[in-house]
């Protein structure tokens, strides 16, 4: 049954092959290599890919009020932007709709989109977060 240099057993390989060792963490990457995770978040005006930091976050709250999230943390499905450019492409082309996965009203985002340009033009900076 069996032979010299033949390391099976009813068909199956006892040897184990470099792609079937057991992985060290989560998605194959060895824990403390030094490296951190950073998330990639997509554009939904220009479909650009930059790290979750570079994006502007729009979320929807429960009443439909478009609302410039600069913490990242309120509750439901949110929409990456570059900056109010990409934002009134997205508007234009209805790819709010598709993130959010329902219908967002017009004049929503262009209250938004009047209140994030009048904070830039106090602040004088669009990329600066609380």
């Not at 060895?30 to 990639?40: A, D, E, L, T, Y």
């Not at 978040?41 to 220009?46: D, E, F, I, P």
Request: a positive charge; glycine letters at 12%.
């Amino acid at each position: 049954m069996f032979k010299a240099g033949n390391p099976t057993v009813r068909g199956y390989n006892l040897v184990l092959s470099r792609d079937r060792m057991p992985r060290s963490g989560a998605n194959g990457c060895k824990m403390g290599n030094g490296r951190s995770h950073v998330p990639i978040r997509t554009c939904v005006g220009c479909a650009r890919k930059a790290a979750k930091g570079d994006l502007v976050r729009l979320a929807l709250d429960p009443d439909g009020r478009l609302l410039r999230d600069q913490r990242n943390r309120l509750p439901g499905r949110g929409a990456y932007v570059c900056g109010a450019a990409c934002a009134r492409v997205a508007a234009k082309y209805g790819r709010f709709e598709r993130a959010y996965r329902r219908s967002v009203a017009k004049n929503a985002i262009e209250e938004c989109l009047a209140t994030w340009e009048n904070e830039v033009s106090i602040g004088g900076n669009e990329t600066e977060t609380e």
